[in-house]
């Protein structure tokens, strides 16, 4: 796919590295796109929208726009993602807090591909807030009341999954993305156990 190749030509521009294995599994995150391109390519609209709720440097947010450029597709980018106040948020629920000040630091890109997608004429839009707020549901809600794919990676947390679960399940038109559903090592993750319970394992 020639996304593919793009995708990592663009790496070492934006990040001086290839590498993208302290945030996603290469062949995990290749396989997802080729099934979301084939999602992508049987809309019937022009337009097609996407809301990430926790980012992570920006990744999934590259290769949606480089898919809708290959499919002559025009690309809707939204994310909530906690970016200024990660530690305040994660301190008390037993995470590492130098993961989340190292994530602040590398979200911060998020703001370097806004800036370069709006100079495309295209909507990248940035709500640095925690997403289980109805404020920023709201602001989400703002943007578009549906999204034809919703991406969930936000607080890993048992609360948290269900939390996000509830409030942006109903705004997915299309496809509900879940990051982290296969079982892992952290015990903190419960991506997979909320997932079963309501029947989305297989996402």
């Given at each position: 796919?020639?996304?593919?190749?793009?995708?990592e030509?663009?790496?070492?521009?934006?990040?001086?590295?290839?590498?993208?294995?302290?945030?996603?599994v290469?062949?995990?995150?290749?396989?997802?796109?080729?099934?979301?391109?084939?999602?992508?390519?049987?809309?019937?609209?022009?337009?097609?929208?996407?809301?990430?709720?926790?980012?992570?440097?920006?990744?999934?947010?590259?290769?949606?726009?480089?898919?809708?450029?290959?499919?002559?597709?025009?690309?809707?980018?939204?994310?909530?993602?906690?970016?200024?106040?990660?530690?305040?948020?994660?301190?008390?629920?037993?995470?590492?807090?130098?993961?989340?000040?190292?994530?602040?630091?590398?979200?911060?890109?998020?703001?370097?591909?806004?800036?370069?997608?709006e100079?495309?004429?295209?909507?990248?839009?940035?709500?640095?807030?925690?997403?289980?707020?109805?404020?920023?549901?709201?602001?989400?809600?703002?943007?578009r009341?549906?999204?034809?794919?919703?991406?969930?990676?936000?607080?890993?947390?048992?609360?948290?999954?269900?939390?996000?679960?509830?409030?942006?399940?109903?705004?997915?038109?299309?496809?509900?993305?879940?990051?982290?559903?296969?079982?892992?090592?952290?015990?903190?993750?419960?991506?997979?156990?909320?997932?079963?319970?309501?029947?989305?394992?297989?996402?």
């Amino acid at each position: 796919m020639n996304y593919i190749k793009k995708f990592e030509g663009m790496l070492p521009l934006l990040y001086n590295s290839e590498d993208i294995s302290d945030s996603q599994v290469k062949n995990e995150f290749y396989h997802a796109w080729d099934i979301l391109y084939e999602r992508i390519r049987a809309t019937t609209t022009d337009e097609v929208t996407f809301l990430e709720i926790g980012a992570d440097k920006g990744l999934w947010s590259i290769m949606f726009f480089l898919v809708c450029e290959e499919l002559k597709k025009t690309p809707v980018y939204v994310t909530a993602t906690l970016i200024n106040d990660n530690n305040d948020h994660y301190v008390n629920k037993g995470y590492d807090t130098n993961i989340f000040l190292l994530y602040e630091y590398r979200n911060l890109n998020l703001y370097k591909l806004q800036s370069y997608y709006e100079a495309r004429g295209y909507e990248y839009h940035v709500i640095d807030g925690n997403s289980q707020e109805q404020h920023t549901l709201d602001l989400v809600k703002n943007y578009r009341e549906k999204y034809d794919l919703v991406f969930i990676d936000g607080d890993h947390t048992y609360d948290g999954v269900k939390r996000d679960i509830e409030l942006y399940e109903p705004l997915c038109s299309s496809t509900l993305i879940f990051h982290d559903i296969l079982p892992k090592e952290r015990k903190d993750f419960y991506v997979q156990v909320y997932a079963a319970k309501i029947g989305r394992a297989h996402v």
